[in-house]
């Protein structure tokens, strides 16, 4: 089939090819959405509540920074089949039936991180968990949003609230477990409680959320693995390659700069490292609004503006690298999560477009995994910092989002038709 041909019409729209999912009795209108949006804040707040944290167990199992960082490589890989698995599961038996299970093993991920305080192997346990959780719950939980959205006549909001749902997730966790730590008694505990409460809160929202999707029993779920999608032109040559700048953009401003600057923090490192995450999450989210106003198909804009403030980050990222200035450093992240925050609209947006319905959560799955690839970047970029100035390394980073920018932009300029002739949005 032609590229892009196939935009997504409301997932509660009977069709006669559905395929592996059929619609669930109509949802009532009105926010609904809402309390599917809970369970996706819980699962992120527990992703990124052990940001903040990073410099105590830095200091508490005498690691390295390079080791640090690479608490995130098992985070991403759970996330990968959590996500590839967790989509198509929810695509063919229905979201709820995914998100109470994911809410679960979001717990049990926060809970291996409690036991592992003293030791890096539960540490390490506790963040391949919270990968797996995150990969199912972001991929079901943002089609759910996406279709109680439609269903309430908001389709065009699905990629906006997702990612709302998500900033909010990953800069309230970090913000209220930074403080517990800085403060509180006992912070490798005390530091995880309010994510197991706000997880209860979210299960209890999920009894109530009206469900989408019912299961076809006739269907294969292979059927659902296979999303033919991912062939399309514009999702190879425009999305993929976007891909990894969404959370490229939050790895080096939460998970590389701080420690950069952390021998010039005084009195509250934890607070500082929470509060840089709080920002890049914070400005992820204020900028969608802009995001919606700078989106105007059938012209790349969006995209084109998004990866050029990821360069624009990039560039402050290496100047507080260089003056080891932790004022730098804050304002990087709140260049860095406008780039995260448009680079993710952007993406979803041309996600949902492609996706035809009995695929959307399988095709966001795939987006999101490599998203989240992005992710391990601060890992590389320590490595390589330890025989190359850091400024340099990141300089080198922005050159990289400067390419992707003049790639990406360029395909996305090539317009496409349906075949009644209309032209597809970019």
Not at 60 to 69: E, N
Not at 89 to 118: E, H, Q, W, Y
Request: charged share 10%; proline share 8%.
């Amino acid at each position: 089939m032609n590229e892009n041909t196939r935009i997504a019409t409301s997932p509660v729209t009977p069709r006669a090819e559905r395929g592996p999912a059929v619609p669930a009795a109509a949802p009532r209108p009105g926010r609904a959405w809402l309390r599917a949006a809970v369970p996706v804040v819980a699962i992120g707040w527990g992703a990124q509540q052990f940001t903040p944290l990073l410099l105590l167990y830095q200091a508490r199992l005498h690691l390295s920074a390079t080791t640090v960082q690479a608490t995130f490589v098992p985070y991403v890989i759970g996330l990968i089949p959590g996500l590839m698995f967790g989509g198509p599961c929810s695509d063919r038996f229905g979201r709820r039936k995914v998100m109470l299970p994911t809410v679960v093993l979001s717990v049990l991920g926060t809970v291996l991180l409690i036991v592992g305080a003293n030791g890096l192997g539960f540490t390490l346990a506790g963040r391949l968990v919270s990968g797996m959780a995150s990969g199912a719950g972001f991929s079901c939980g943002g089609a759910w949003i996406k279709e109680l959205s439609a269903s309430s006549g908001d389709t065009d909001h699905g990629p906006r609230r997702l990612t709302v749902s998500m900033g909010i997730g990953f800069g309230l966790g970090p913000l209220v477990a930074g403080v517990l730590a800085q403060w509180a008694p006992d912070p490798t505990l005390i530091a995880y409680l309010p994510h197991l409460l706000i997880c209860a809160a979210a299960f209890a929202c999920l009894l109530t959320v009206p469900e989408t999707l019912t299961p076809s029993p006739g269907t294969s779920f292979l059927r659902n693995l296979r999303i033919h999608e991912v062939r399309e032109r514009r999702f190879v040559t425009v999305v993929l390659p976007l891909a990894p700048w969404v959370f490229i953009a939050v790895a080096v401003a939460v998970g590389y700069l701080p420690g950069l600057v952390a021998h010039q923090i005084s009195g509250d490192p934890l607070m500082f490292s929470a509060l840089v995450v709080v920002a890049n999450a914070g400005a992820g989210i204020f900028v969608q609004p802009l995001a919606r106003r700078l989106h105007t198909p059938p012209t790349p804009r969006l995209l084109g503006w998004a990866l050029a403030i990821v360069v624009g980050g990039m560039l402050v990222a290496a100047l507080a690298a260089w003056l080891h200035q932790p004022a730098l450093v804050l304002v990087a992240s709140l260049v860095l999560g406008a780039g995260y925050g448009c680079c993710q609209f952007y993406g979803l947006t041309q996600v949902q477009q492609l996706a035809s319905p009995e695929h959307l959560a399988g095709l966001t799955a795939t987006y999101q995994a490599v998203t989240y690839v992005g992710m391990m970047a601060s890992y590389p970029l320590a490595a390589i910092g330890s025989v190359v100035p850091a400024p340099a390394v990141l300089l080198g980073v922005a050159v990289l989002a400067a390419l992707t920018l003049a790639w990406t932009t360029r395909a996305a300029a090539v317009r496409t038709t349906s075949p009644s002739g209309a032209s597809l949005p970019a």
